[in-house]
C-alpha cells in the first residue's frame, strides 16, 4: 500500500472541510438560543441549498458553545423537539377506526420526535456527519447528570446504527505506508495496550509478523471508526508481553505461522458507543487473513479481563462478604487470596503458584456463572466475544503482568477462539438463551472452582 491510501475516497471530503474551517473562524458570539433559532429555521427550510446553508450555520454555532450553553440546548431538544402527544392520540384514533395502512402510517410519521428530522438536516453540511458524532460525545459526557437526555440519545442511536451500517464501512489495512495523519490517530487511540512511540507503532505494524486493519466511514474521512492489532504466530499464545516486546520477533516469514492473535481491538470515536463494528471488523479480518494467509488455521484473541480482580476482592475478600450465610471460601482458599495483599507476589514463584490454583478456577466461574441484568456475563470483554461467536478456549495465568494486567485481572488473560465453521452457530446460541461455548478445560477449571466454594454449592 502506497501513499494514495484513502486519497482518492476521502480528498473531496476534505477539501470541504477545509473550507468549512475557513468559514467558521470569525468573531461571531452565540449562546443556546442562537442555535435554537438556527434548528427552526433549519427545519423549515424546503431547498437543498438553503438547507444546506441552514445546517451548516446551525452546527458552526454548536461548535462555538460552551458545556453551559450545550447543556441548555440539550434540554431544550429533550423538551420542545420531541413528539406532539395530541398528535399521537389523534393519529392513533385514526387508525383503531380504519385499520388503513396510510393511518398507520401517520402513527408512525407522528411518532417520531422532531429531533430525528433536526439531526437528519444537520446531516446534510458538509461534514456533517462527523460533527453530529462530536455533538453526540458532548452529550454522553453531560447527561451523566441529566437523565432526560437519554431520550436524544436514543434517536442519536437510532439514526447512527442506519447511517454506520456495514454496507457503508470500509475495511482497510493500516501499514507504514498509511498517511501519517491516520497513523497518528492509531497511537492516540490504542486503548488496550498504549503505543509508546514511533518505533513501536513501526513493530505493530511489521509485514513479517503482524496486521492491523481499521474501519472508515467514507462520511467522516480519515478518521478511524475502530482497528483491530493482530500478531501472527505459531501457536495459541499465552502471554501478551512477547508480544508487544520491540525485541522480539516470533517468525520472519508470515507463511511459517499457523495463528492470527487479535491482541487489540480499539474504538476511537467515543460519539459512536453502542454502535456495534467489532463484529463485523473481526469477521472480515478473518476473511482477509485467510485470503492472505492460506496456511492460517486458528483465529483467536488474546484478551484482558477488566474488572476481574475487583469482583474477585469485593466477592471473597472484604469484610462485609465474610459472613455467615454469605457462599465464601474455603479457610485455605481465603488464605491464598490473602497473598493479593502483598504487592510483590507476581514475582515470587512458590506464592504466584499458590494463587494460580485458586484465582484461575474462580475465573473460570466468574466468566461462565457471573451474569448481568440481562443475563450475560458480567465481563465485559467475554460479552464482546461471545456474542461475536467465539469460543471462551483458554485462561491463561500470568498472561500480563504489567501493572495494569495485575490492578484489572490478576495477571489472567483469556483466549477466545473463533472456528470459522461454527461462528454463526455459536452466535445465534448465545442470542437465543446466552449459552456460552467453551473448552472442556475451562470447563473443568470451573468445576475446581466450585469445589473451593463454603459446602460446594454444586451450581
Known sequence: MNMSFLQELFSNITQREALLRRRTGNGLVV???HLLEACQALLKSDGEASSISHASHALEIYARLDD??????????AKDFSADPREIDHAYAAYRKGRENAALQRLFDVCEPRRQELLRRLNLSTGGTYELVRMREDLLRLMRSHKDFEAINADFTHLFASWFNRGFLVVKRIDWNTPAAILERIIRYEAVHKIRDWDDLRRRLDNRDRRCFAFFHPAIGDEPLIFVEVALTRGLPEQIQPILDAG???????EAAD???FFGISNCQVGLRGISFGNFLIKQVVQELKQE??????FVTLSPMPGFRKWLESTYLEETVQQPDKVGLEPEALATLQLLKNPEWPADPEQSER???VIRPLAARYLLKEK????QPLNPVARFHLGNGAELHRINWQGDISEQGIQQSTGLMVNYLYVIDAIERNHEQYITDHTIVCSS???DLSRRGRKLLKGDTGK
Open 355 to 357: 494463587l494460580n490454583a
Open 293 to 298: 494467509l492460506p496456511k492460517l488455521k486458528n
Open 259 to 261: 495463528t492470527a492473535a
Open 31 to 33: 449562546d443556546h438560543n
Open 372 to 375: 448481568n441484568r440481562d443475563g
Open 68 to 77: 453551559d450553553s450545550k447543556t441548555r440546548f440539550f434540554e431544550r431538544l
Open 248 to 254: 522480539s520477533y516470533d517468525i520472519e516469514d508470515p
Open 441 to 443: 478445560s475451562v470447563r
